[in-house]
Nanobody, 123 residues
Framework: VQLVESGGGLVQAGGSLRLSCADTGRTFSRYAMGWFRQGPGKEREFVAGMSWSGGSIKYAASVKGRFTISRDNAKNTVYLQMNSLKAEDTAVYYC?????????????????WGQGTQVTVSS
């Protein structure tokens, strides 16, 4: 599994961005995937996670209703659609692979991480 994120950038508050995470190793299709973020001076925190089939999806309370996780297993890609962005969403966003098909919210549950993509929301 090799994860490569893209789609970050600078956006005004209220705007939208879509992050993508491609597994260039092409092995993630039957496992859970997650998105995490780490803001300046903060711990890395769970944002959203999804099981292989999409039957189990979890969101952090701070993003529920604004962010949507999805995946295209044929393309080995997971997405994070972020709407109504706020300044407090500013962070480096990471996708992560978990070698089980159960969504977890702790960083320790995920074994492979992408390099991260910066999202900056201006107020």
């Amino acid at each position: 599994v090799q994860l490569v994120e893209s789609g970050g950038g600078l956006v005004q508050a209220g705007g939208s961005l879509r992050l993508s995470c491609a597994d260039t190793g092409r092995t993630f299709s039957r496992y859970a995937m997650g998105w995490f973020r780490q803001g300046p001076g903060k711990e890395r925190e769970f944002v959203a996670g999804m099981s292989w089939s999409g039957g189990s999806i979890k969101y952090a309370a701070s993003v529920k209703g604004r962010f949507t996780i999805s995946r295209d297993n044929a393309k080995n890609t997971v997405y994070l659609q972020m709407n109504s962005l706020k300044a407090e969403d500013t962070a480096v966003y990471y996708c992560a692979f978990r070698p089980h098909n159960i969504v977890e919210v702790t960083t320790q549950a995920y074994s492979v991480w992408g390099q991260g993509t910066q999202v900056t929301v201006s107020s």
